[in-house]
């Protein structure tokens, strides 16, 4: 019994000591179990507290509890954004050792955030700061700019006489840009379109909001008979005597022989489209659509319409001397762009061509107007008028106007005069090509969700960054 008692006095004891760490000072080795001293040294307790013993070239860290290269020199001066400690590698090049929360940058010797608070991460950030999207054209523009304004459009505006500073639009400049038109830049915080706003004017519209642009109405800055949509080219030299004259072009080629498409989907510099060319004797071309830029900070939604579509082109005659018969061309379609962080278009936007007018004859009766374009359809060419004939050849045809485009296709070709081989010579002249297509296009840090109806398609690019 007594030799058990001494055992179990011993046990206790032992059990006592092992709890006051005896003979260690502390926790022993314990405090060294998780540290590797970056693999260039060895670890050691003394007075319960772990530290490194480095091998040579290398000091002990700020911790203690680390080896780092002794020439630092390469970290000299670098911060890591204030948010980690700038570290040689075994190569002697910098790197940064970034704080719980923050990683090192892909470039540059910068920690930055994991994320950004609310849906910024999805698109990651730059130094401590979510990135932002940078508006179109910013180099002429300018960028985004609190102005504590709100408005809500209707009714028209002139991008001419109307913008100036305190408009309907917030506050407005005219801006010139190389390679485009004019611009009327407004700016103000939100921007609502609720029932009916038509643009007109000389310059293209450029609206900058801080905060939002929503159209639950109709925005239109469509041509309208020969009168063109802001920021859209004018037209040019008539057509010859019979012939019809040539569709506006823009994203896609006008009829009968138009110029080649201009610009691209980028709408970089903005323009707008192209009136139709005019038909011999001062028949007027139509109108090419207007061009639009809507950039937000945060969101541009359109639950309703955005129209920039091409005007027809009139019709050539009558006249009675035969020399000027032949139509005039449709307008193109116009450009609008969207972009923001998030871009919703539920809506409908048009960019389509307007119809080319009919050919006339000299028997009193002028050709058909070619159709403005009407959202989900081609708008039709005007109809060629026919002339009097004789016994040997019959009535002779004049040319109809061709189609404007509709889903970014060309615009149609006129149809060419008929040939006349009587004496009387009764003249008719060609239709007008019909306008081509415009542009439209979307940029957003976020998918676009663009479920409504566009016609041409929409172009879903990717937004500047800064």
Known sequence: MHELAVARSGLSLALACLAAACGGGGNGQDACAEVTCSGHGACSVEAGQASCTCDAGYVPSQDGLGCELANQT???GETCSG????RLDADEQPYCE??????????????????????????????????????????????????GLTR?????????TQCS?????????????????????CRLDE????ASLRVTGPNALAVLAERSITVGGTLELSGRGDEPGPGAEGPGPEANSWYGGFGGSFGSRGGSNGPAARGDARLSPLLGGQTGQPGCGGKAGGGGGGGLQLSARTRVEVSGAILASGAGGL?????EDGTCLGGAGGGSGGAVLLEAEQVVMSGRMTAD?????????????????????SPGQAAAGGAGRDGAGCALVGNIEGGDGGEGSVDGLPGGDGQSYDTNDCDFHPYVGGGGGGGGAGRLTTKSLLPCDCSGDASPGVEQLAPARG
């Not at 809500?152 to 001419?160: K, L, N, P």
């Not at 921007?191 to 609720?194: G, N, Q």
């Not at 019709?315 to 006249?319: E, I, K, L, N, R």
């Open 74 to 76: 390469a970290c000299t």
């Open 98 to 147: 970034c704080a719980a929360g923050y990683s090192p940058a892909p470039t540059g010797l910068e920690c930055v955030p994991d994320n950004c608070p609310g849906d910024c991460g999805a698109y990651g950030c730059c130094g401590d700061a979510c990135c932002q999207l940078v508006p179109t054209n910013a180099a002429v523009l300018g960028g985004f700019q609190a102005t």
């Open 83 to 86: 948010h980690g400690r700038c």
């Open 165 to 185: 500073a305190g408009s309907s639009l917030g506050d407005c400049q005219v801006v010139v840009q190389a390679g485009g038109p004019g611009v009327c830049v």
């Open 152 to 160: 809500s459009a209707s009714g028209e505006f002139d991008t001419g």
């Open 353 to 373: 061509g307007g119809g080319g007018g009919g050919g006339g004859n000299t028997e009193g009766s002028a050709g058909g107007d070619g159709a403005a374009a």
């Open 191 to 194: 921007l609502t379109v609720p």
């Open 315 to 319: 019709g050539g005659g009558p006249d």
